[in-house]
Antibody, heavy 122, light 108 residues
């Protein structure tokens, strides 16, 4: 079964750090780019970061640039998100998702994990 | 960044009704437009890519259309299992992708 499973969420104080993980199974992990998205409680979806095949290329949303770092370990079929200098507005459910290029032209997130909750509160 | 605006924000309809959700981009995005369905307590599920192509096994009552700045997602005959929030997503300037604010669909 093709699957992504996030872990590492929790409650952290403002200014603190947290590392999220995303474990992949059922597909050739290093053939795909993987993204992180987040969804604050009761709100919509926000893209925050993407890492491509061998990790050589990464991209970040302005809201997290300089504070979050995405990385991957293809040998462990795992994706990571190191989150530093956390703020209250980082509180959200964090999803990892596989990036698939339909017809080699049209990108979309075709497989999503169930998410891991991050709460930033004093 | 490309801004995506969905309307309506919420919609109440009866079983069997035809339902249409619209999504407008702040600039032309050709057909780099995806639709996702998110049921309560679940992760988003990709329904449609490239504005009108089905990503996987999607009931034929769903359809997508549009190009440029204006797009629609239609359900020809609403079923109880379609209750969800629907999001459009532009991938014109991937990976800096953006979503609409979502349309919450309820049964009347």
């Amino acid at each position: 079964e093709v699957q992504l499973v996030e872990s590492g969420g929790g409650v952290v104080r403002p200014g603190g750090s947290l590392r999220l993980s995303c474990a992949a199974s059922g597909f050739t992990f290093d053939d795909y780019g993987i993204s992180w998205f987040r969804q604050p409680p009761g709100k919509g979806l926000e893209w925050i970061s993407t890492i491509y095949l061998n990790g050589g290329r990464t991209s970040y949303a302005d809201s997290v640039k300089g504070r979050f770092t995405i990385s991957r370990d293809n040998g462990k079929n795992s994706l990571y998100l190191q989150m530093n200098s956390l703020r209250a507005d980082d509180t959200a459910l964090y999803y990892c998702a596989r990036e698939f290029w339909f017809r080699q032209l049209f990108p979309a997130s075709d497989i999503w994990g169930q998410g891991t909750m991050v709460t930033v509160s004093s | 960044d490309v801004q995506m605006t969905q309307s309506p924000s919420s919609l109440s309809a009866s079983v069997g009704d035809r339902v249409t959700i619209t999504c407008r981009a702040s600039q032309s995005i050709s057909n780099y437009l995806n639709w996702y369905q998110q049921k309560p307590g679940q992760a988003p599920k990709l329904l449609i890519y490239a504005a009108s192509s089905f990503a996987s096994v999607v009931p034929s009552r769903f359809s997508g259309s549009g190009s440029g700045t204006d797009f629609t997602l239609s359900i020809s005959s609403l079923q109880p299992e379609d209750i969800a929030t629907y999001y459009c997503q532009q991938t014109y300037n991937t990976p800096r992708t953006t979503f609409g604010q979502g349309t919450k669909l309820e049964i009347k």
